[in-house]
């Protein structure tokens, strides 16, 4: 792993050969963004989607994009190549991070550094057929983390203490309520991922808002969707909606969609198909493979 190349700065080199100073402020404040695209057959899916999402947070927390979108490709395609090369992985994750850039610490913002760039490719760990055939166990949890959960944020100590919770327990993402509205708490989304729940054949997400990452995911289940046939909606859903829920999807770039079939402990559904995959999950996902045999980039 240590020698596989990654883009530091305007330089491809080993990991191994990869410094930063320590007072770049993505590692004193945790003070920048980050972006994963996901790669099939060295193909990168989605790839304007995800630069657009990039560009947003960099936008939000006021650090200049440092390439044109033509030069993200451009390195990208090199490193997913490299790691194609090497190891003879073609199915990857592109991580891209942009800090703040290097400065003495100091809580505002400085002016007139350059962003620190980091780029590189591991191979994508993908749901096994086993969990796609059984469905996977979640948590729940208060949803503790800050308030600008639309930015996509190094500073995930709160994700990462969330996905803890989950996994002490065998589980594979913790899924967050949030208090503070009436009828609540309301879902967001889970540690590392996007949250669905199916009712009467339809299917609902949380509405965008600055509580949820917007995942490339939710506008593809929604073409995904209207090619289907299936009703989706993006309106407030409650702790009690999800809990009674026909069917509980996860969706990210790496698990794309993934059925829920346990939750704290209790199975999901209702019926004959009551802890087990449902069949809106089924037709999103035979979709999904679909969306990614016709991509391009």
């Not at 969707?225 to 009674?244: F, H, M, Q, T, W």
Request: charged share 25%.
């Amino acid at each position: 792993m240590n020698d596989r190349l990654c883009y530091l700065n305007g330089q491809y080199k080993p990991l191994s050969q990869a410094h930063v100073s320590v007072l770049d402020r993505g590692f004193i404040f945790g003070d920048g963004i980050y972006e994963v695209v996901p790669v099939y057959g060295k193909r990168l899916f989605r790839f304007d989607e995800h630069m657009a999402r990039l560009e947003r947070s960099l936008a939000k927390v006021r650090i200049g994009n440092p390439h044109p979108r033509e030069q993200w490709l451009e390195r990208c395609r090199k490193l997913v190549a490299a790691l194609a090369e090497n190891e003879g992985v073609g199915d990857q994750v592109v991580y891209m991070q942009v800090t703040r850039g290097v400065a003495p610490r100091d809580h505002v913002m400085p002016e007139g550094i350059s962003p620190t760039v980091f780029m590189m490719c591991t191979p994508m760990k993908q749901a096994t057929p086993e969990q796609r055939h059984h469905g996977v166990a979640c948590t729940t949890a208060r949803d503790f983390r800050w308030e600008r959960g639309d930015i996509k944020s190094t500073s995930l100590l709160g994700n990462v203490l969330a996905r803890q919770m989950s996994a002490d327990h065998g589980a594979v993402e913790t899924i967050m309520l949030r208090d503070g509205a009436p009828g609540g708490p309301w879902l967001t989304e889970a540690s590392a991922s996007n949250v669905w729940i199916v009712k009467d054949g339809a299917l609902l997400g949380p509405p965008k808002s600055e509580h949820v990452l917007e995942g490339i995911r939710v506008e593809l289940l929604h073409e995904l969707c209207e090619e289907e046939g299936i009703a989706y909606n993006l309106k407030p859903i409650s702790e009690a909606d999800v809990r009674v829920a026909d069917e509980i999807i996860l969706s990210s770039a790496t698990k794309e969609v993934l059925p829920v079939t346990k939750l704290d402990g209790e199975l999901v559904g209702h019926g004959a198909l009551r802890g087990k995959p449902g069949p809106v999950y089924a037709r999103l996902y035979e979709a999904y493979q679909r969306a990614k045999a016709s991509m391009s980039t």
